[in-house]
DNA sequence: GTCAATACTTTGTCATGACAAACTGACTTG
DNA sequence: CAAGTCAGTTTGTCATGACAAAGTATTGAC
């Protein structure tokens, strides 16, 4: 009856498959929205007929539209129904390396190892781990460079029984790949994220001028079950990088 | 049988509130967690025995515990149970603003508006707020102060049709505090955080020496209908803050 | 004793059915 | 004509039942 109402045409689901039907309900819906063939503002097919000519059940299909209005993509209203609001916004935040992003980007990234060594954490690592101090860590400093500049000095502190690495590796991957890698998978982090001046040294390293600004971030991360896999203090060179965030609230 | 299993004793689950009763459950076990009754690893009840014990149905104890999973406080494995986690990290980000975050620790907030007036969207500005150039936006300039010392220097527009505000409004409460009581809920935004040094300007408004690092940050929130909200473009003294973040993915 | 097969526990997925609550729009009434 | 009422639409909540998949513990064979 209403005239901006969308239906959602040719679906293949495929019930053998091992991945969920309400996943690939959801899939489906959000490759349509990203194609545009649902226009921002466009209403979707109330849930109960949705259901119906999918074959599949109401709530599979209610489980499909809440992953994506978790995601920003959809909006509901009850007595009104489903509308799209906003195709880009994906996930709320990215728990990625820096690596992974560059990858992503085309930005060609390469990784000089500076220092590679196990040694008891310190006071503050051990904290910032919850190890008791003096716990041996692997103590990482890289330099990170993106189409052929440098772009970041990075710490990481990785307790001994996480992760064991060599330059090679580090070169050739990402930290949290290499991580994932090892059955690490991170599932929580705590960041800070400030300014500073560089100092001589920094600058240095960094081709960047003394007394320029530099983003800095320090991270902890833990896998599910709490088990704190890393700490971080990374140096970004602010001309060349910046941190982006997309937020949603409930 | 297995012995570190917690029984969630007390329960008073009102089914003539209008709170849902999942809501009801999720928030009686998450004071347990928070009070540490349900210590850090211990597991809980297996849903089955959980719903029965509640005089819930099993779908409505998932959801319970589905709540606090994406909150980070719990931990669920397929043949094992359901752990407690990590009790502290509630929300992934919150959508807040520097004024709340400030009240809440305490830090004696002041506000000085340095201007404030109606004028037409920049070309950048109407991109940002999705606009077409030259919509009216009221444009708000502001020095943030805590502990009686400058920490940010503010930007802000915000369409017309979405907020009228007074000096004297701005100088007594956040912006989005002012938002949300003209009924505009911010629900999604994107931020992007980056450094500089302080021009002569900037440096002398916030008491800081030429040079120095600021953070900047700019976003542009959207409510839940996805209309765009406000257009802010911050610097803060990095002397002085840094964004704390608490990520978690799935 | 060690390793593999089996049984058990627990969460994950899906279906069906029912009623409640919020919003929209048309209709009725003053 | 305006305002309230009422029916229709759509999402929100909840229950019951069933089977699948993953992980753990036990048992049995060699």
Do not use: C
């Amino acid at each position: 009856m209403t005239s901006d109402l969308t239906p959602v045409r040719p679906v293949h689901l495929d019930r053998s498959s091992p991945v969920p039907l309400y996943y690939q309900v959801a899939t489906r819906l959000q490759e349509l929205i990203e194609k545009g063939e649902i226009g921002v503002g466009a209403r979707i097919e109330n849930e109960v007929d949705l259901a119906e000519r999918l074959g599949v059940s109401r709530p599979t299909t209610r489980r499909a539209i809440q992953y994506l209005v978790e995601r920003g993509m959809l909006v509901r209203k009850r007595g009104v129904g489903t509308q799209v609001v906003h195709p880009k916004v994906r996930r709320p935040v990215e728990l990625s390396s820096l690596y992974d992003d560059l990858v992503a980007g085309d930005r060609a990234p390469r990784t000089e190892v500076l220092d590679l060594k196990v040694i008891p954490a310190s006071d503050a690592i051990a904290t910032s781990l919850s190890l008791t101090p003096g716990t041996e860590v692997t103590w990482i400093e890289r330099l990170r460079y993106a189409g052929g500049e440098p772009l970041a000095l990075m710490h990481n502190a990785i307790p001994v029984d996480v992760l064991t690495v060599t330059e090679a590796d580090l070169a050739a991957h990402g930290l949290y790949e290499l991580l994932r890698r090892a059955g690490h998978v991170p599932r929580i982090a705590t960041q800070v994220i400030g300014a500073r001046s560089a100092s001589a040294p920094e600058a240095r390293i960094l081709a960047e001028k003394r007394g320029a600004s530099l983003l800095t971030m320090t991270r902890t991360a833990w896998d599910a079950a709490g088990k704190a896999l890393e700490y971080g203090s990374h140096l970004y060179r602010a001309s060349r990088y910046s941190f982006e965030l997309n937020l949603s609230a409930g």
